[in-house]
């Protein structure tokens, strides 16, 4: 069973850049056909797609945030990183990572809390 973890600060500044951390366990992140998706939701809305990296490290970003966002990983770690820069309150949201495969995202990390506030 895969099992994922996001970790980060729970609070950054306005304008800093927001950086957070999905630990994969029970599965390799270059397993072929799985993709690994950055999704968040603030409060009161609903889920919004931030982009994924795939099994072999192609990436995909919502055209909303392409600008400010960037997901790497380090494989010897079966880790995904997500980067999103220049935050404002609005970024204000539980992040979650995602493993999908065939539009099915069938393994989720418990979200994080995070919170963009001076």
Do not use: H
């Amino acid at each position: 069973q895969v099992l994922l973890q996001e970790s980060g600060p729970g609070l950054v500044k306005p304008s800093q850049t927001l950086s957070l951390t999905c630990t994969v366990s029970g599965g390799s992140i270059t397993t072929d056909y799985y993709y690994w998706n950055w999704i968040r939701q603030p409060p009161g809305k609903g889920l919004e797609w931030m982009g994924a990296i795939g099994y072999s490290g192609t990436t995909f970003y919502s055209p909303a945030l392409k600008s400010r966002t960037s997901i790497s990983r380090d494989t010897s770690k079966n880790q995904i990183t997500l980067q999103l820069s220049s935050v404002t309150p609005e970024a204000t949201a539980v992040y979650y990572c995602a493993r999908e495969r065939g539009y099915d995202f069938g393994s989720w990390g418990q979200g994080t809390q995070v919170t963009v506030s001076s």
